[in-house]
């Protein structure tokens, strides 16, 4: 009896030092995390210029004169509007039916020789840039707002690198196509 109760008393004792801990520590968190000039912002402030950072990566109209003029290729466009549905279909048979891209989500720049496929996915609340003639030569930009980390989302993920690849891999065997791109440009047929 005597052991029952002081085994009882040793487990109560050690209960009580492990509460009393995990209450100081979350007032040391909560006074961490209201602080201006702590781990926690300073953590918030780096990640925020990574993510910054690669987005200067992808294209940037505004700033880049290379890129300043683009020749937007829809649906309608006359000699090129087969390349933009069959692209469209392929993204959507690789990564799934809930993909969306805008009218001029497929975009050729003839100053840098190079072309752009933008799409989102709603679910995700995720756009992603597919970038043909990147200097990384991987041109695959993704944007998010708390992605939460699961097997699907991941294989989502997997499937937009997927597609860029069939879209890149395309675009290589259609050799001339960015040349009929380059000519259609200069020529003023713009949408």
Known sequence: MDEKKL??????????????KEEQASKDFAFESQEKDNFLSRGRILMSEAVNSSKKKALNEENNDVYGES?????????????????EEMVRKTIGDNVVMSADALKYYPKADDMTLDGKIPSLNMSFQFRFADPSGDGIYVWTDGLQVTDTNLRTVGK????????R????????????????SESGNEK
């Open 160 to 167: 937009i690198r997927d597609a860029f690849l069939n879209w």
């Open 169 to 184: 891999q395309g675009i290589v065997q259609d050799a001339d196509l960015m040349e009929k791109l380059k000519k259609a």
């Open 7 to 20: 085994t009882k008393k040793m487990l109560d004792t050690l209960r009580a030092h492990r509460y009393a």
């Open 71 to 87: 020749f937007a290729i829809n649906k309608n466009t006359p000699q090129f509007g087969d390349v933009r549905t069959s692209q």
